[in-house]
């Protein structure tokens, strides 16, 4: 098992900039890797960021530039350090991580973005 609290997100205008945090606890060790999903209202929920238990990392194309996913090992979270947003990057945000058995998600963190 493997619980993961998000934080950081928020209210910003245009051009602004967020961070958010995911803090994993449990059976960390399993983790093949972490990562971000978002999911805007009427829309899908798509891929944003992904960084392997390795330290590769992977954005999305639409992000590319602006966000930047890291960890802390020492305190086992990740971030999404996100920088000129956009109004279209407002939606909930979700962190997950996958391990053997399949995939757990945190609660999600609003992140609006203001014009």
């Known amino acids: 098992q493997v619980q993961l609290v998000e934080s950081g997100g928020g209210l910003v205008q245009s051009g602004g900039s967020l961070r958010l945090s995911c803090a994993a606890s449990?059976?960390?060790?399993?983790?093949?890797?972490m990562g971000w999903y978002r999911q805007a209202p009427g829309k899908q929920r798509e891929v944003v960021a992904l960084?392997?238990?390795?330290?590769?990392?992977n954005v999305a194309d639409s992000v590319k530039g602006r966000f930047t996913i890291s960890r802390d090992n020492a305190k086992n979270t990740v971030y999404l350090q996100m920088n000129s947003l956009k109004p279209e990057d407002t939606a909930v945000y979700y962190c997950?991580?996958?391990?053997?058995?399949?995939?757990?998600w945190g609660q999600g963190t609003q992140v609006t973005v203001s014009s």
């Open positions: 960084i392997t238990s390795g330290g590769s990392t």
């Open positions: 449990g059976s960390i060790f399993s983790i093949y890797a």
């Open positions: 997950y991580a996958e391990v053997s058995e399949g995939w757990y």
